[in-house]
C-alpha cells in the first residue's frame, strides 16, 4: 500500500503533506480497531466498530487513488466511529460480582449471555435465538438475512445477493437478458419488447416509445413543448395569457390589456371603457350598462308614463300629459286621462234597447275622447268596451253591447281619430260592477269604458 501512496504523492505534488499526513493516521486508527475488536468490541459497539473498519478501508482506497480530500472525509469518519468503539468496549470485560458462600466472599464472573453463538450479545441482539449469518449485510442486528437485495431470490441461491436481479439470471441484474429491440430493458421487463424505448426522459422504465409525451395530440418530433399539452396552433406549447385577464391570448382580443371584468362583454378580453357607448366613461357613470345623459350622470332618460316628456322634465311622471302642460294631463269638462284608462265623469247613454246614441251630454264626452286621442299621440290603442245590465238573454246583450260599442267608435272617427287607434268589444253581461238585482246596480253596470291597451 505505501509505493501506491508515494505514486500517488508523486504524481499530485501538491497532496504530498495532506497524503503523508492521512497515511499516519490511518496507521492510528488501524490500531485503534484493533484494540477495539480485542476488548469486545464486537458485542459490545458492532455497529461502530464497523463504521470504523469500512471507512478506513474506503479512506485507504481514496489515498491509494491520489484523492486526498475523499479520503480525508473517510479518515474522519473512521477516527470517530474507531473512537466511540473504544470507550463502549470498556465495558465489555466479563463482570464481576462478591457472593458469600459461608466460608466468605467469592468474586464470581457474570459472563454476558450469547445464545445462538453469534458473536452479538443477547441484550442487544433482535434475533437472540437466531444467529447472524455475518454476510455483510446488516450484520450488527443479529437476525439473519436470507434476502439482502429483496428481489426475491435467497442469499442460499442467489449469485448477486447484494445486487437486485431476477431469478431467471439467479439474482444477478438481468445484463445478458433477451432485449429484442436493443432498447436496453430486457424483453421480460419490456411492455413493447419489439418497439425501441425512446429514451427521452419521460416513462423510459416501461420499454415503449412515447411520441407524444403530453398527450396533447402533436408528436413530439413537432411538438415545440413535448412534456406540456398544448394545442396545434401554438406548437403543442400551452397558451398563454400575457395581461392574467383570464382569458387565453388565443381568444383574447386585447391580449395586452386586462379585462375590466364588470359584467359587460367580458369575454372579449378587452377592458370596457364605456359599457353603453353614452359617452360617459363608467367610472363616472351611475348607470354603465344603460346609456344616458350627462344631466343624469350616465342614467336613462326615463319617461315612465309614456308621453313622450321625460320623467326629470314631467310634472306628472306617473299620468300621461302633454308639453303644455308640463307633462300632465290636460283638464277636460267629462273625462280624466290616466295611464291605463281614460275616466269618464258621466255615461254615454243610449236609447232602450238601441244602440242609437242619445243627449247632449254623451256627444260632450265623446268630443271630449276625441280631443285627447288628438292630445295625447302616446296612446296606441283605445278599446272602446260596451257593457249591459242582465235584463234580457246574455246573447241578445252580448250583441247589444257590441253594437253600442261600435257606434261609439264611429262617433269618435267622424271626430276624425284614427280607427286604426282604436277597437271596440262589447262584453254584454258577463263584467257587472254593481248587483243587478237593484235598478241601481243595473243602471251602474249599463257603461261604456276607454282602455288604454297600448
Given at each position: 500500500?505505501?509505493p501506491?501512496l508515494?505514486l500517488?504523492?508523486?504524481?499530485?505534488?501538491?497532496g504530498?503533506?495532506s497524503?503523508?499526513?492521512?497515511?499516519?493516521?490511518a496507521?492510528v486508527?488501524?490500531?485503534d480497531?484493533?484494540?477495539a475488536?480485542?476488548?469486545?468490541a464486537?458485542?459490545?459497539a458492532p455497529?461502530?466498530?464497523?463504521q470504523?473498519e469500512?471507512?478506513l478501508e474506503?479512506?485507504q482506497g481514496?489515498?491509494?487513488q491520489?484523492?486526498?480530500?475523499?479520503?480525508?472525509?473517510h479518515?474522519?469518519?473512521?477516527?470517530?466511529a474507531?473512537?466511540?468503539?473504544?470507550?463502549?468496549s470498556?465495558?465489555?470485560a466479563?463482570?464481576?460480582?462478591?457472593v458469600?458462600?459461608?466460608?466468605?466472599?467469592?468474586?464470581?464472573?457474570?459472563?454476558?449471555?450469547?445464545?445462538?453463538?453469534?458473536?452479538?450479545?443477547?441484550?442487544?441482539?433482535q434475533?437472540?435465538?437466531?444467529?447472524?449469518?455475518?454476510d455483510g449485510?446488516q450484520d450488527q442486528?443479529g437476525?439473519?438475512?436470507?434476502?439482502n437485495?429483496?428481489?426475491?431470490v435467497l442469499?442460499?441461491?442467489?449469485?448477486?445477493p447484494l445486487?437486485?436481479?431476477?431469478?431467471?439470471?439467479?439474482?444477478?441484474?438481468?445484463?445478458?437478458?433477451?432485449?429484442?429491440?436493443?432498447?436496453?430493458?430486457?424483453d421480460?421487463?419490456?411492455?413493447?419488447?419489439?418497439?425501441a424505448?425512446d429514451?427521452?426522459?419521460?416513462?423510459?422504465?416501461?420499454?415503449?416509445?412515447?411520441?407524444?409525451?403530453?398527450?396533447d395530440?402533436?408528436?413530439d418530433s413537432v411538438?415545440?413543448?413535448p412534456?406540456?399539452?398544448?394545442?396545434p396552433?401554438?406548437?403543442g406549447?400551452?397558451?398563454?395569457?400575457?395581461?392574467g385577464?383570464?382569458?387565453?391570448?388565443?381568444?383574447?382580443?386585447?391580449p395586452?390589456?386586462p379585462?375590466d371584468?364588470?359584467?359587460f362583454?367580458d369575454?372579449?378580453?378587452?377592458p370596457?371603457?364605456?359599457?353603453?357607448?353614452?359617452?360617459i366613461p363608467d367610472?363616472?357613470d351611475?348607470?354603465?350598462?344603460?346609456?344616458?345623459?350627462?344631466?343624469?350622470?350616465?342614467?336613462?332618460?326615463?319617461?315612465?308614463d309614456?308621453?313622450g316628456i321625460?320623467d326629470?322634465?314631467?310634472?306628472?311622471?306617473?299620468?300621461?300629459?302633454?308639453e303644455?302642460?308640463?307633462?300632465c294631463p290636460?283638464?277636460?269638462?267629462?273625462?280624466?286621462?290616466?295611464?291605463?284608462?281614460?275616466?269618464?265623469?258621466?255615461?254615454i247613454?243610449f236609447?232602450?234597447g238601441?244602440?242609437?246614441?242619445?243627449?247632449k251630454?254623451?256627444?260632450a264626452?265623446?268630443?271630449?275622447?276625441?280631443?285627447a286621442?288628438a292630445?295625447?299621440?302616446q296612446?296606441?290603442k283605445?278599446r272602446?268596451?260596451?257593457?249591459?245590465?242582465?235584463q234580457?238573454?246574455?246573447?241578445s246583450?252580448l250583441?247589444l253591447s257590441?253594437?253600442?260599442a261600435?257606434?261609439?267608435?264611429?262617433a269618435l272617427?267622424?271626430?276624425?281619430?284614427?280607427?286604426?287607434?282604436?277597437?271596440a268589444?262589447?262584453?254584454?253581461?258577463?263584467?257587472?260592477?254593481?248587483?243587478?238585482?237593484?235598478?241601481?246596480?243595473?243602471?251602474?253596470?249599463?257603461?261604456?269604458?276607454?282602455?288604454i291597451?297600448e
Open positions: 500500500m505505501r501506491l508515494l500517488g504523492c508523486a504524481l499530485l505534488a501538491t504530498c503533506v497524503g503523508r499526513q492521512l497515511m499516519a493516521d496507521e486508527i488501524s490500531t480497531v484493533e484494540r475488536r480485542r476488548n469486545g464486537m458485542q459490545c455497529v461502530d466498530l464497523a470504523a469500512a471507512h474506503f479512506g481514496e489515498l491509494n491520489g484523492n486526498s480530500g475523499r479520503a480525508a472525509e479518515i474522519e469518519l473512521a477516527s470517530a474507531a473512537k466511540r468503539a473504544l470507550e463502549a470498556r465495558n465489555c466479563s463482570k464481576q460480582v462478591v458469600e458462600d459461608g466460608s466468605g466472599p467469592v468474586v464470581v464472573k457474570v459472563t454476558p449471555s450469547d445464545r445462538d453463538g453469534d458473536g452479538i450479545l443477547d441484550d442487544v441482539d434475533c437472540p435465538d437466531e444467529p447472524e449469518d455475518m449485510f442486528d437476525c439473519p438475512d436470507l434476502d437485495d429483496g428481489d426475491g442469499d442460499s441461491e442467489d449469485r448477486c445486487a437486485y436481479g431476477p431469478a431467471e439470471t439467479q439474482g444477478c441484474p438481468a445484463v445478458d437478458m433477451p432485449d429484442a429491440d436493443g432498447d436496453g430493458i430486457p421480460h421487463l419490456d411492455k413493447c419488447p419489439n418497439a424505448e429514451m427521452d426522459g419521460f416513462e423510459d422504465d416501461d420499454g415503449c416509445p412515447d411520441p407524444d409525451n403530453d398527450g395530440g402533436l408528436l411538438d415545440k413543448c412534456d406540456v399539452a398544448g394545442p396552433t401554438n406548437y406549447c400551452p397558451i398563454v395569457d400575457a395581461d385577464d383570464g382569458i387565453n391570448d388565443d381568444v383574447d382580443q386585447c395586452n390589456e379585462e371584468m364588470d359584467g362583454e369575454e372579449d378580453g378587452c370596457d371603457i364605456d359599457n353603453d357607448n353614452d359617452g367610472t363616472l351611475k348607470c354603465p350598462n344603460e346609456a344616458g345623459i350627462a344631466e343624469l350622470q350616465g342614467c336613462p332618460d326615463k319617461d315612465s309614456g308621453d321625460p326629470r322634465l314631467d310634472a306628472c311622471p306617473d299620468q300621461p300629459g302633454i303644455a302642460e308640463k307633462g290636460k283638464q277636460y269638462a267629462t273625462i280624466v286621462v290616466k295611464q291605463d284608462k281614460i275616466e269618464i265623469k258621466q255615461q247613454n236609447r232602450s238601441s244602440a242609437s246614441i242619445t243627449g251630454g254623451s256627444a264626452v265623446i268630443d271630449d275622447v276625441a280631443q286621442m292630445d295625447n299621440p296612446i296606441r283605445l272602446i268596451e260596451g257593457h249591459t245590465d242582465s234580457g238573454s246574455a246573447s246583450n250583441k257590441q253594437r253600442r261600435e257606434a261609439v267608435m264611429l272617427i267622424k271626430r276624425k281619430v284614427d280607427p286604426a287607434r282604436m277597437i268589444i262589447g262584453y254584454g253581461e258577463e263584467q257587472p260592477i254593481e248587483d243587478n238585482s237593484t235598478a241601481a246596480g243595473r243602471a251602474a253596470n249599463r257603461r261604456t269604458e276607454f282602455t291597451v
